[in-house]
């Protein structure tokens, strides 16, 4: 058994170092592109007369860069992906759980989807890499247990005992539980979501084998992360910073009447996320009606590449123009202005920090929350199931951080800002999180692997 486990840990020093690279193209892309939109800002200002530049023009150049970045996410999918589509979770469930389908596993896929993950999530849709990532892992994990490709014509000798149905799933869910790991940095979460989400065949052998593949993955991202950020190496490699990745630091002490809200938040976040499924699955019924009428293969492509277009310019016309016409730059990569913008055009990272943060009871108020509430939930709705290679955990956390940071500021507004450790726990940043947890599991129908990466995440 000893190439079993040797295969395993390839597999998830693989996904490690592909998680890896993700997050790093994505952050170097961030910033290259509010690079772009600041130089331009400031020759504006050199040579317009108002304060602040051409707002309008500063507009059209954040929108050039982030279309450009949305064409090529989506031609990635629509042109060199086989299924002319992009695939990812469900159609992994239904091939672990004996369906057939044909080019999951092709490499023009893996191409397609690493290419769409990447470019969609830098150009500011409202979507994250974790779909893909699970998608991605698993293609490591047939591609390095197989090694073979009929698209690429090759057949390697070795770890040949593995090329059947059973050893490929088994694979397969390892390197899917190992793109979760990845992540979220969280091995025994990405082992619960594969046992409770992905895979229905299981045995306690395959189980550690699989924990022992995300143990890999996540060590391998920790470890290349420790030391670079956006391709610039920081020094200090292998010395993982604790403030780095402990959101919530200091210990809270609790209260019982912490429970009252907290159920409350829960189901808050179960009806919106019935609400979020259900209002998808009439959009995604609507946009396959609409595409299935094109009857020119090219046309229906090119439709569909339009739609994601479209997304963008509703974003970054809610964020620009919609109560948001009056903004300045002060600092890289970030608009200081309503405190709704603000949340809506920082990377869902970024904003989720943001919006956890501990102390900040006053920071955002109900009208900046609600206004970024309503139009993230709509528009991260309209995203998924559009031609570009997505994932919805960033969305979800996103929304249910927002709703959480509401019921934190309602308690905040009846009771007033705690100053003893008894009312500590009203902490607006304590409820994102809470939120954040409950709309994820409400969209998902997760429990037990959710819990264990939330507080992975958080601790």
């Not at 397609?112 to 893909?132: D, H, K, M, R, W």
């Not at 409350?264 to 609507?286: C, H, P, R």
């Not at 309503?374 to 559009?386: E, I, K, P, Q, R």
């Not at 008894?422 to 709309?439: E, N």
């Amino acid at each position: 058994e000893w190439d079993r486990w040797l295969l395993m840990g390839l597999i998830g020093t693989a996904v490690g170092v592909l998680g890896f690279l993700i997050h790093q193209i994505i952050d170097s892309l961030i910033k290259l592109k509010w690079d772009l939109v600041e130089n331009y800002l400031q020759v504006s200002k050199r040579k317009s007369e108002l304060p602040d530049g051409n707002i309008h023009m500063t507009w059209l150049c954040a929108l050039g860069s982030g279309l450009a970045m949305v064409v090529l996410s989506s031609g990635s999918v629509l042109f060199i992906c086989p299924t002319d589509s992009p695939p990812g979770l469900p159609e992994i469930i239904g091939y672990l759980n004996g369906t057939a389908i044909q080019h999951l596993f092709n490499i023009k896929t893996f191409l397609g989807t690493f290419v769409s993950c990447v470019l969609a999530v830098a150009s500011g849709l409202f979507c994250g890499p974790e779909g893909p990532m699970i998608h991605v892992g698993a293609l490591l994990g047939c591609g390095l247990s197989q090694l073979q490709s009929d698209t690429l014509g090759i057949r390697f000798p070795i770890f040949s005992r593995f090329r059947n149905s059973a050893d490929k799933r088994s694979f397969i869910t390892a390197g899917a539980g190992a793109g979760i790991a990845s992540v979220f940095r969280a091995p025994i979460g990405g082992l619960l979501f594969t046992l409770e989400e992905v895979s229905s065949f299981w045995d306690i052998r395959l189980a550690w084998q699989t924990f022992f593949c995300c143990l890999m993955a996540t060590f391998t991202t920790d470890l290349l992360s420790s030391s670079f950020y956006g391709f610039v190496y920081r020094g200090h490699f292998g010395f993982f910073e604790a403030e780095r990745r402990i959101v919530f630091w200091n210990l809270l002490d609790m209260n019982i009447l912490a429970f009252i809200p907290t159920i409350l938040l829960g189901m808050l976040g179960g009806l919106l996320g019935a609400l979020f499924v259900s209002l998808n699955i009439k959009i995604n019924k609507l946009r396959m009606q609409f595409f299935n009428s094109i009857p020119k293969l090219f046309l229906r492509k090119t439709s569909k590449m339009l739609e994601t277009v479209l997304i963008l310019v509703n974003l970054l016309q809610t964020v620009f123009f919609q109560g948001i016409l009056f903004m300045f730059f002060t600092s890289p990569h970030l608009f200081l202005c309503v405190a709704a913008a603000a949340l809506l055009v920082e990377s869902g990272k970024q904003g989720i920090a943001y919006l956890f943060k501990r102390g900040t009871h006053e920071e955002f108020g109900y009208t900046s929350l609600c206004t970024a509430l309503a139009f993230y939930f709509v528009l991260s709705c309209w995203t998924a199931g559009s031609a570009v290679a997505s994932g919805l955990v960033i969305p979800m956390l996103y929304t249910g951080a927002l709703c959480g940071r509401i019921i934190g500021l309602i308690l905040v507004s009846i009771f007033g800002v705690p100053t003893d450790e008894y009312g500590a726990w009203m902490d607006p940043g304590l409820f994102a999180a809470i939120g954040a947890a409950s709309f994820f599991s409400g969209v998902s129908r997760l429990t037990i692997s959710l819990t264990v990466i939330m507080v992975s995440t958080f601790s």
